[in-house]
């Protein structure tokens, strides 16, 4: 069984932190961006970057990733659970979640700026 500090081992940064994840403010209380990641996740599992989504700089990165990060997402499976973890970074702006598939788990971070899009997301993969 995976543990959480099995599933904190970084193996794979799937989307960058884009620097403006830096300047992000909170879009609603802490724990309120599961909806968004989720979709996003859905959306990557199918080979898609959803502009309506992402941040512009978040966009780029997605669609010169995208050939890696949907296989690793198929093969998980569909999300059956996401559980919010805490605040993440210096200045806590972030969101630490565990997300659990099908077929394993992932812990993600994710960052949403003040236009209600992702500005950054990566993931710790085991």
Not at 64 to 72: D, K, L, S, T, Y
Not at 80 to 107: C, I, K, M, N, S
């Amino acid at each position: 069984m995976r543990t959480i500090a099995a599933i904190l081992k970084m193996t794979i940064c799937v989307l960058a932190l884009c620097p403006a994840a830096a300047m992000a403010q909170p879009s609603a209380p802490a724990g309120a961006d599961g909806a968004i990641l989720r979709k996003a996740l859905e959306a990557n599992a199918k080979g898609d970057c959803p502009a309506d989504l992402m941040s512009p700089g978040l966009l780029a990165a997605c669609q010169q990733q995208i050939a890696a990060i949907q296989p690793m997402l198929t093969a998980k499976g569909k999300i059956t659970r996401l559980e919010f973890l805490g605040p993440q970074g210096p200045d806590g702006r972030g969101e630490l979640w565990l997300v659990v598939y099908e077929h394993g788990a992932q812990l993600w971070g994710i960052a949403v700026g003040p236009d209600g899009k992702i500005v950054g997301m990566f993931s710790h993969d085991d």
